[in-house]
C-alpha cells in the first residue's frame, strides 16, 4: 500500500459533516466524496481516508489534514491534480505529499486551530450567508453586541478546563477535559464584503463535538448581556445539565490549521 498526506480545503454548507455514513446512505459528506474520487482514480481497488478532525454539517476548513491510503504508487503532483479534477467545486486538495505507514492525521496532532467568523452589521451581505455567521446589533430588539466583554470572557477558558458543559452529551467520551492554548476574538481588517466582520480564534489540544460553537455561543451571550462572566466561571467549575447559552450556528465555524 501507498501513504499520502493531504491537506483539504472545503465548504461545508451542503455537506452533513467529514464523516462517511455508510454505503446505503445518501446523505453527502466530505469523506464519501473524496474516497470515492479515490477509488475511480485506483480503479476501484482498495483505498481508506482517514482524517485529523471530523467537522460536523455545514462547517468549513481551510487546512484539514488526512492521510490516505491507496494500492497504487502514484506521483504526489498527479494525484493532487486527479483528485482536484474529479472532486466537486466546494472541496479542493490543497496539498499532498508521500508519508509513512505509521502517521496517523489525529494521534500525532498536536493542537488545531479554530476560527468562528461572525458579523455585526444590522444588514448581513448575503455573499457572506454560507461562511460568516450573522450577531446582528440592534436588531428586532436585540442589544448592542459588547466587544470588549467578549474579549474579557474569552480569557476565562484558556487554559485546562471541563468543558463537559461546553460540548454535546456524549457518555462515550472518557474525559471531558481540554487545554486551549488560546482563545481570542480579531476583527477582520478592510473586509471588500462587509464592515464589522469579527472571528473567535480557538487554540487547543482537541475539541469535543460542538465545543467551538457552545464557546462561541455563550461569548455572544455574555456581548448581549444574557449571561455574565461569572455564569461561565461556574460553567467550567462546576458540571450541569443545562446550557448556560444557545449552541452557535455552524456556518461561521472554520477549521484554519492541524499542527504537528
Excluded at 476560527?115 to 460568516?132: A, E, G, L, R, W
Amino acid at each position: 500500500m501507498y501513504y499520502y498526506r493531504i491537506i483539504i480545503s472545503y465548504n461545508g454548507t451542503h455537506y452533513c459533516g467529514w464523516q462517511d455514513l455508510g454505503k446505503n446512505s445518501d446523505v453527502p459528506t466530505i469523506q464519501a466524496q473524496i474516497q470515492r474520487v479515490l477509488q475511480k482514480i485506483c480503479k476501484y481497488q482498495e483505498c481508506t481516508v482517514s482524517v485529523a478532525s471530523r467537522t460536523d454539517a455545514g462547517v468549513h476548513a481551510q487546512g484539514q489534514v488526512a492521510k490516505i491510503t491507496i494500492a497504487l504508487s502514484i506521483e504526489e503532483e498527479k494525484l493532487l491534480l486527479g483528485m482536484n479534477s474529479l472532486l466537486a467545486d466546494d472541496i479542493r486538495i490543497l496539498q499532498c505529499e508521500v508519508c509513512s505507514s505509521e502517521f496517523n492525521a489525529n494521534k500525532h496532532s498536536t493542537s488545531k486551530e479554530y476560527h468562528y467568523y461572525f458579523s455585526t452589521q444590522t444588514i448581513h451581505n448575503p455573499v457572506m450567508h454560507d461562511v460568516v455567521a450573522h450577531i446582528p446589533s440592534l436588531s428586532k430588539g436585540l442589544s448592542l453586541l459588547d466587544i470588549k466583554c467578549i474579549k474579557e470572557a474569552c480569557k476565562l477558558f484558556v487554559g485546562e478546563h471541563d468543558f463537559y458543559n461546553f460540548a454535546k452529551r456524549d457518555k462515550t467520551m472518557h474525559s471531558t477535559v481540554r487545554r486551549l492554548i488560546s482563545c481570542e476574538i480579531v476583527e477582520v481588517q478592510d473586509s471588500v464584503f462587509s464592515k464589522k466582520v469579527y472571528y473567535i480564534k480557538v487554540v487547543g489540544n482537541g475539541f469535543l463535538r460542538y465545543m467551538v460553537r457552545y464557546i462561541a455561543g455563550a461569548l455572544f451571550g455574555v456581548g448581549r448581556k444574557e449571561i455574565s462572566l461569572s455564569d461561565i466561571a461556574n460553567a467550567l467549575a462546576n458540571k450541569q445539565e443545562q446550557k448556560i447559552s444557545r449552541i452557535a450556528k455552524a456556518r461561521g465555524l472554520h477549521l484554519i490549521k492541524i499542527f504537528y
